[in-house]
C-alpha cells in the first residue's frame, strides 16, 4: 500500500526555477500527478521570498503534507515557511522536494530522484526521516535578522561567488558554467580578516572561506562539509586559512571527493554553535545559506535538532 495514500498534498510551484524550466515542465507532472490518483492542490511563485510565505499559509489553512516542485532555493524557502510558521510544530508536517532546478545539492545527500517515475516510486513507498534545521543570526545588533538553512552557509568566497551569481545569472545556468563562475570569483578575490568562535574555540585569522553544513553537498556536488550529518545535532564546521589562488586551483578536486580536511590549510569539525565576527575596523564578511546571498557578519548559527519530516527513497539510510 503507498505510504502516503489518502493524504491531500499543497504543492508549492516556482515557475521560475531552473531558469524557466519548472513553467515548462508542470502541466506534464501535474497530468502525472492526476493520472496516479494523488489529491493536491496547487499554488504557483510570484516573487523572491514568496514559496515562505506560501508554506505557511498552507499549514495555516490544515495542510500537513507539502511538497515544493523547484530548486535549493525554492526549498529553502518553503522550509523557511515550514519553521518560521506557529501553527504546529515544524516536525509534525511531511515534507519533500521534487527537484528541477539547476544544483539540486540538497536531494544529493539522499539520494531524492529528479526523474518523475523513480521520484513517483518514492511518493509511493518512500519512508519519512527527520533532519535538523540550522538558525543563523545576521547583521548589526540594530538590523539583526534571522534564516533557517538545511543544507550549507557560506562566508568568505562561498558568499562571494553566489552575490556575483546573483547579479550575472548568465554563470549559474547549468554546473559547468558555474564552475566556470567560481575560477571568475577567485581572480577576483581578497580573503577577509576574520574571527571564528566555534564551542569556545577561537580562530583570528585571514580566511579563504567558512562553511556552516547540515548536509554535505553544496555549489554543484561539491563537498566542504563532508563531515556532515543531517540528523546528529551538531553543525558541520570547515575553514579554510589563506590559502593561494594557485593553490586552490590544484586542490580543486578536493572540493568533490570528501577530502577537503586533508588540506593542510583547511580544518573540519563538528560544533553546536559557531559565530563569525571580524576585528575592529575590517570589512563585514558576505554571508549565504543554502545558495542564497543574506547579507554580511557578524553571524551567529545553532543547531535546531529534528526540526524537519521529510520523504526520503526506500533504500535509504543515513551513514
Known sequence: MPAFEGVKWMIIVNPAAANGKVSKVWPEIARRLHREGINFSMTRTQYRGHATRLAEEAVQAGFRHLIAVGGDGTNHEVINGLLRQKTVPSCKIIYTLLPVGTGNDWVRTYGIPNKLDAWLDMLDHGHWIRQDAGLVTYGESSRQKIRYFVNVAGMAYDAFVVQFGETNRFWVRNRFAYLLLILRCLIRYRLPQGIIFADGQRICQRFYTINVGICRFSGGGMQLVPQALPDDGLLALTYAGPISKLGVLFNTWRFYNGSIGKHP??????????????????????????????????????????????????NFRNK
Do not use: H, M, W
Open 265 to 314: 590549510q583547511v580544518t573540519t569539525l563538528q560544533v553546536r554553535t559557531v559565530s563569525v565576527s571580524v576585528p575592529q575596523g575590517a570589512p563585514q564578511i558576505p554571508l549565504e545559506a543554502d545558495g542564497e546571498y543574506l547579507g554580511c557578519s557578524p553571524a551567529q548559527f545553532s543547531i535546531i535538532p529534528d526540526a524537519l519530516t521529510i520523504i526520503v527513497p526506500k
